[in-house]
């Protein structure tokens, strides 16, 4: 499929509903401007992938620790206004769009902040902290009228359409199993980053990074690790489940969430005072659909893959290759049953199914196996962020609009919800609550 197609696909898969207009009117090739709000290890990297994408420019930066002002420029090369405050940020009237790549606490409050201010905006995965939060910031954006993407950047990847492709031809038949796992064996991977020696409240707006979460004294663990704290992340629920389920929901079209969940696992290695688990795996009964999730931190044998299984053929998406592999299900004698009857019983029988099916079995099974890998260097978040600038001109939604992010955000809560309440947790969808 070539860049093209895929564009055409995302816009066909994208609703027509129109937003606001946008800040400026359209005007064909302009670059959308956009600030980005956090430019840690992600902030950064969307900064990278943003300058693969013609039709965006960034002109600001906000951090709360200094020397990622200087991060920001070295990562979009170039000088950019860079600030403490993302506030100013959003009272510049030349800024259109903002991407936001803070901790998963913050989420809400910036978001909120820069719909408010007429931005559109693109927030990192997973979208909410919290249930509570979610259904804030969707009906914040839509009070607002503004364009939402939510970051989960294999929604927007080619190798995902192509999948999607496979999965709505039917090659596969019914599908009600869904296996999916990513796993990972070194520090890096179980969030041990970096804490740099410099880092102190003169350096460090600590203030503004725990509103919102309870009150403490500065601590620089918590900032720069804080996915192992549940007051600003979400655990693996948060980092990987994410992105598996956002996966699960671009492939398939469901957009809903699951009527329950069940979690099971523990932190077995990483005991460094962290209060996640560093073995998740959740079972979630969606209507007509269990999807399975497994993520471990301390092993990575097989990283990251889904597997559909369908009575007609399975399907495994991993990092870069999707394949489908028909099962043979043309009908043919089943003699197990006829095991313990009579020679003459199972002879009969096998004459009669031979009489009502003449057709000679056929040399090759009916359907073909396939596989297609994504291009050395292919880059999805490139055209995640691509998507968004489109929608942001063409006021056209997303398909990882605030809801679908929202629902696959809710997934993460669910698993976490009955692991840490060691309970099955269930969804009630008219109250918006997970009850264990
Ligand atoms: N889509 C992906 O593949 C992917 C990958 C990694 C991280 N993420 C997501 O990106 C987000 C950031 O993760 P990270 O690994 O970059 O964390 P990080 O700690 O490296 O960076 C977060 C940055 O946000 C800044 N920040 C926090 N609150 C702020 C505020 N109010 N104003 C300005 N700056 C603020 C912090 O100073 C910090 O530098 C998380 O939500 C994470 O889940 C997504």
């Known amino acids: 499929m070539t860049r093209r197609e895929f564009v055409r696909l995302s816009a066909a898969a994208a609703s027509a509903t129109l937003l606001a207009p946008a800040a400026k009117a359209a005007e064909p090739g302009r670059k959308i401007r956009f600030a980005i709000v956090g430019t840690g290890i992600r ?8 300058k693969q994408v013609p039709t965006g420019v960034c002109v600001g930066a906000a951090d709360l620790y200094q020397m990622r002002h200087q991060s920001a420029k070295e990562a979009w090369g170039g000088e950019i206004e860079t600030t403490g405050d993302y506030r ?19 989420h809400r409050r910036v978001t909120l902040d820069a719909v408010a201010a007429g931005k559109d905006v693109y ?9 509570a939060d979610g259904f804030e910031m969707v009906a914040g954006v839509a009070a607002a009228k503004r364009i939402f993407q939510a970051g989960s950047q294999r929604v927007s990847s080619i190798l995902y359409a192509k999948a999607r492709e496979i999965y709505q031809s039917g090659r ?23 804490v740099p020696a410099d880092a102190s409240p003169q350096n460090v707006d600590w203030a503004g990074f725990i509103q919102d979460a309870p009150a403490r004294p500065f601590d620089p663990v918590r900032f720069f690790r804080w996915r192992l704290f549940r007051d600003y992340g979400s655990g693996l629920g948060g980092d990987l489940f994410v992105h598996l389920l956002s996966g699960i929901q671009a492939i398939t079209g469901i957009n809903t969430v699951a009527n329950r969940a069940y979690s099971s696992g ?25 999807i399975h999730l497994h993520c471990n931190q301390n092993n990575n044998d097989g990283d990251e893959g889904i597997a559909f299984y369908g009575s007609k053929g399975t ?4 990092g870069r290759t999707v394949s489908f592999t028909p099962q043979d299900v043309r009908p043919q004698f089943e003699g197990y049953g006829w095991n313990g009857m009579t020679q003459a019983q199972r002879q009969q029988a096998m004459e009669e199914w031979r009489r009502s099916h003449p057709a000679p079995k056929p040399a090759v099974v009916p359907d073909e196996a396939e596989t297609y890998t994504v291009p050395q260097g292919y880059n999805d978040t490139a055209d ?26 809710i997934g993460c809560h669910l698993a976490n919800y009955s692991y840490f ?10 109250s918006r609550t997970i009850n264990g």
């Open 172 to 194: 596969l038949g019914e599908v009600h199993s869904i296996d999916a796992k990513w796993n990972r064996n070194s520090p890096g991977g179980a969030w041990v980053y970096p």
């Open 266 to 290: 523990g932190l077995y290695h990483y005991k460094d005072g962290r209060e996640f688990p560093d073995l998740l795996e959740t079972v979630y009964d969606y209507p007509e659909m269990q």
């Open 384 to 409: 995640h962020i691509a998507n968004f600038f489109r929608a942001v001109e063409t006021r056209e939604r997303v398909v990882e609009d605030e809801v679908f992010g929202n629902n696959a955000a």
């Open 88 to 106: 100013s940020l959003l009272d510049r009237k030349d800024v259109e769009a903002v991407l936001i790549a803070t901790s998963d606490h913050l």
């Open 123 to 131: 927030c990192e995965k997973p979208m909410s902290h919290s249930v």
């Open 421 to 430: 309440h060691r309970t099955v947790a269930t969804w009630d969808a008219e």
């Open 315 to 318: 399907m495994v998406v991993t």
């Open 43 to 50: 902030g950064c990297d969307l900064l990278r992938a943003a």
